[in-house]
């Protein structure tokens, strides 16, 4: 069975009077032994937890928070149970027994089926610490520490999304009663802790069960993050979104929020002011856009990224097209006028173009022949997307006259009848349709003629 060591090693604290101390991890007050690290709640700072990194023996050793390893100051050797609780890795359930400070089980080389293995990979993780505002941050503690080249404690830090080995501290010394002698040690955490709120701390044991153990394993207590107020300089870090496309709806478009899609991180101001350039919500129509993000942080440190937004408009106009028309023509006349109303278009986007294939403008109102004219309307937005409607123009040449002005025999004298006269006016010759006083002249006369028939329904 192996014996219980406790070593230590001293090392020199670097006082650095700018800095302030903003957590502090002592490990409480009391005598006790066999409480576990895993579930640990410590006043203060929150719940400690362990995670197994590696291979671990049926008999491995385990991390405790008791006073089995009391806490020393720089300098003293170690004392089994006291007052003062440390966090330390120990025997769990082996032939040593449970919690008996940093002391280690390995097991007999080649016996581990009569005495069990001791083979451990174990990391214990401090509660999240929240480093907003704090920047330059170093960690500092006491601790003591034995062991192999194999059988060895490494320092780790999380930076809230990857933990990475920080430190492998120097193995400490032994006092001449065989104690360890308690030490500190400080290194500075990395750049990503500072304005960190979810930074960790944790301290990682690997040992085989070669039966080779060196007493002590491993112990840490008054666990210092230390951090100043310097001054500011660095503006945010700012990742624009990737290029954006929009297509358009009923509304044509709306510029959205990117605000919420832009990774940014500074070294204090854990919320630096954000702005978009053009503003969320604006109006765009179809195009390509510049989008500008900004970010000042409190300190006035600015910084801005660009990307861009297309804007495509793949919707065609839409038509409300108007009824087919039926119109009539005076005998022997061949053709009549016929009013077409303008088709109703909705465009979602920007303007358009509106022609017809019967004049090619957008008012299709003229002198149709006897028959049936099919009239196809046509509109092209902006960009290039196109709609089309038809009406039909039935146009009925009736066998007899039709009563006096009644030009379109519909058999009322009407605005439609006034239309045709208008489109008269001023004809001369013998085949002039709506002259009234066959004078071989569409003229003044006419239009009295007109006048006095006006709104008369024919027999």
Known sequence: MK??????LMFPVFAQAQFVTFWTEDFGFGCNTGTYADGYFSIGTGVWTVTETGFNADTDNNWFISAAENGMDIGECGEACGNDPTLHLSADGSLLGTDLGAAYFEGLDGFCDLFGCGGT?????????????????V???LYIEGGTLIDNATLWYFDGTTWSELADMPKTVTCPNGQ???????IDLPFSSNNNTQVKIGFRWVNND?????????????????????????????????????????YCAILPDYILQTIVTDDVDPFPQMTQTPEIGSDITPGIYDILIEAVDNSGNAS????????IDDDAPVFECPDNITANAVPGVGSAFVSVEIPAVLENCGSFTLVNDFNGTNDASGTYPVGSTDVTFTATDESGNVAECSVNVNVIENDVDCCLGDFNCDGVISVADLLMLLMDFGCVGANCATDMD??????????????????????
């Open 304 to 311: 801005a990224c660009v990307f861009t937004v297309t804007v």
């Open 139 to 141: 960690i500092d503690f």
């Open 180 to 186: 360890g002698e308690w030490s500190s040690f400080s």
């Open 210 to 250: 070669d039966g080779t153990a060196m007493d002590p394993s491993f112990a840490v207590d008054k666990i210092n993050l230390n951090g100043d107020f310097a001054t500011d300089v660095v503006p945010p870090i700012l990742t624009c979104p990737e290029p954006a496309t929009i297509f358009t709806e009923d």
């Open 121 to 137: 990979d174990k990391r214990v993780e401090s509660p999240t610490i929240n480093c907003s505002g704090m920047a330059n941050i």
């Open 438 to 459: 066959d004078n071989d002249i569409v003229g003044a006369t006419d239009l009295q003629i007109f006048t006095g028939l006006f709104a008369t329904v024919c027999p």
């Open 3 to 8: 014996k219980l060591l406790l070593l230590a």
